[in-house]
């Protein structure tokens, strides 16, 4: 009998195995996942400034410092409103073969036993859960990504479509004009919301992309792949891209109740992706780390625990972001904010902080963005 299994290795499932071993020395932590590592994930590799405090929380707070920071964002609104600014805490780039097998790694080290293993049925008795007919456990993580198959398990729907962006991921190589020090958002009017990035990893190289809402993309009529690709080259033509390879983003608007009985729903499979920015590393982390707690802190249904501490983590974030996701179904909108973040730089950073991490909206900014939107005409 496992005291958590936790099934799928990424951020979120690493960071309940990691968590629950630092407050449980003594836990048998069990970590499934259908690939070995390392293993890829199309992702824009960005690791927001926010994830290294959770990294440091985790007890690792040098994971990433070997790789360079970057000091700089570059965003292009919908209509063209360019802002760029020294971020207020540097993010980092870095490919997820190397991310996420760092964390693995890591929690291998602390004693989680770590198995290849794709997980197929669950069946929920009074006081565990059997995985696969062959794998007891008192708790689970469910942290299999956005296609989830232990959500479906447990009964939970899918996040709707119209929650439900998709995005392409490539490697190119930097030319030695391009700014190697500056993360780039190039948002696009046509078919918004829809952006492309690149992002520089610091050894010559960029992650770039581009993403979009599924809805928006069935509403081309064309081949998704054709949309996607085309438009990454179309935007960031200068920066051929290699290694494609895309996949869903379940937005958190759409987000379900986080679990059911003694299974918790973490990261990608609990919908937490942020609406505005496709981020969803940082919310990941956080949500992992809470349900290794509630696992471990727990002697019942570690559920309520584990909604609890969501609701006080990101409770207040993830209303904020409810609200601008809808506002942001008008261009002229994000026009707004990028156009004040231009000229105020506590703006920039408070925006990078919504984006990016829990941040929330004070009720002045709210107003100083609708008033310049009204302005504007409510484009
Ligand atoms: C193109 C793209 C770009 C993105 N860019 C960024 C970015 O720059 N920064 C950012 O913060 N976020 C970004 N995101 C979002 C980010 O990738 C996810 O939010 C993040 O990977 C979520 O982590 P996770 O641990 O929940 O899931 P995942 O990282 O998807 O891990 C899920 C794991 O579960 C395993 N698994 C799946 N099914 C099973 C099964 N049945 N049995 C066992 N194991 C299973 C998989 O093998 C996988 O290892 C991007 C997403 C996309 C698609």
Same mark, same amino acid.
């Given at each position: 009998?496992?005291?958590?299994?936790?099934?799928?290795?990424?951020?979120?499932?690493?960071?309940?195995?990691?968590?629950?071993?630092?407050?449980?020395?003594?836990?048998?932590?069990?970590?499934?996942?259908?690939?070995?590592?390392?293993?890829?994930?199309?992702?824009?590799?960005?690791?927001?400034?926010?994830?290294?405090?959770?990294?440091? &929380?985790?007890?690792?707070? %040098?994971? #990433?410092?070997?790789?360079?920071? +970057?000091?700089?964002?570059? !965003? $292009?609104?919908?209509? @063209?409103?360019?802002?760029?600014?020294?971020?207020?805490?540097?993010?980092?780039?870095?490919?997820?073969?190397?991310?996420?097998?760092?964390?693995?790694?890591?929690?291998?080290?602390?004693?989680?036993?770590?198995?290849?293993?794709?997980?197929?049925? &669950?069946?929920?008795?009074? %006081?565990? #859960?059997?995985?696969?007919?062959? +794998?007891?456990?008192?708790? !689970? $993580?469910?942290?299999? @990504?956005?296609?989830?198959?232990?959500?479906?398990?447990?009964?939970?729907?899918?996040?709707?479509?119209?929650?439900?962006?998709?995005?392409?991921?490539?490697?190119?190589?930097?030319?030695?004009?391009?700014?190697?020090?500056?993360?780039?958002?190039?948002?696009?009017?046509?078919?918004?919301?829809?952006?492309?990035?690149?992002?520089?990893?610091?050894?010559?190289?960029?992650?770039?992309?581009?993403?979009?809402?599924?809805?928006?993309?069935?509403?081309?009529?064309?081949?998704?792949?054709?949309?996607?690709?085309?438009?990454?080259?179309?935007?960031?033509?200068?920066?051929?891209?290699?290694?494609?390879?895309?996949?869903?983003?379940?937005?958190?608007?759409?987000?379900?109740?986080?679990?059911?009985?003694?299974?918790?729903?973490?990261?990608?499979?609990?919908?937490?992706?942020?609406?505005?920015?496709?981020?969803?590393?940082?919310?990941?982390?956080?949500?992992?780390?809470?349900?290794?707690?509630?696992?471990?802190?727990?002697?019942?249904?570690?559920?309520?625990?584990?909604?609890?501490?969501?609701?006080?983590?990101?409770?207040?974030?993830?209303?904020?972001?409810?609200?601008?996701?809808?506002?942001?179904?008008?261009?002229?909108?994000?026009?707004?904010?990028?156009?004040?973040?231009?000229?105020?730089?506590?703006?920039?950073?408070?925006?990078?902080?919504?984006?990016?991490?829990?941040?929330?909206?004070?009720?002045?900014?709210?107003?100083?963005?609708?008033?310049?939107?009204?302005?504007?005409?409510?484009?």
């Amino acid at each position: 009998m496992w005291d958590l299994a936790i099934i799928g290795g990424g951020p979120a499932g690493s960071a309940a195995a990691l968590r629950a071993k630092q407050l449980r020395p003594d836990a048998r932590v069990l970590l499934l996942d259908k690939a070995d590592f390392p293993r890829d994930k199309a992702c824009g590799d960005g690791i927001a400034a926010h994830c290294r405090e959770e990294l440091a &929380l985790l007890g690792l707070p %040098d994971l #990433i410092a070997d790789y360079r920071p +970057v000091q700089r964002l570059t !965003v $292009v609104s919908p209509g @063209g409103v360019r802002v760029s600014a020294t971020v207020a805490r540097p993010n980092h780039v870095v490919p997820r073969t190397v991310f996420d097998a760092r964390l693995v790694d890591a929690a291998r080290a602390r004693g989680v036993e770590v198995r290849r293993h794709r997980v197929r049925t &669950l069946d929920a008795h009074d %006081d565990h #859960i059997v995985i696969d007919g062959t +794998v007891a456990a008192r708790a !689970v $993580v469910a942290a299999d @990504g956005a296609n989830s198959t232990v959500r479906r398990l447990i009964g939970i729907p899918a996040t709707p479509e119209k929650h439900t962006a998709i995005a392409v991921r490539g490697y190119a190589d930097l030319p030695a004009a391009d700014d190697d020090d500056a993360q780039l958002i190039a948002m696009q009017e046509d078919g918004w919301p829809a952006y492309a990035w690149s992002f520089p990893i610091g050894d010559g190289t960029a992650n770039v992309g581009f993403g979009m809402l599924l809805p928006r993309l069935h509403a081309t009529g064309l081949p998704g792949r054709e949309v996607l690709h085309g438009r990454l080259a179309e935007l960031l033509p200068h920066l051929p891209a290699r290694d494609l390879r895309a996949h869903h983003l379940p937005l958190s608007p759409g987000r379900p109740r986080p679990g059911v009985g003694r299974v918790m729903l973490v990261g990608d499979a609990a919908g937490l992706i942020n609406p505005l920015t496709g981020e969803g590393i940082y919310y990941a982390l956080v949500s992992g780390r809470l349900a290794g707690e509630a696992a471990v802190q727990t002697a019942g249904d570690p559920l309520p625990a584990y909604r609890r501490g969501l609701r006080k983590a990101l409770g207040r974030h993830l209303r904020t972001t409810d609200v601008l996701a809808w506002a942001a179904q008008s261009s002229g909108f994000i026009d707004a904010a990028i156009g004040t973040a231009a000229q105020r730089k506590e703006v920039f950073d408070l925006l990078v902080d919504v984006g990016l991490g829990a941040g929330t909206v004070p009720l002045p900014l709210a107003w100083a963005v609708a008033r310049r939107w009204l302005l504007n005409g409510k484009r």
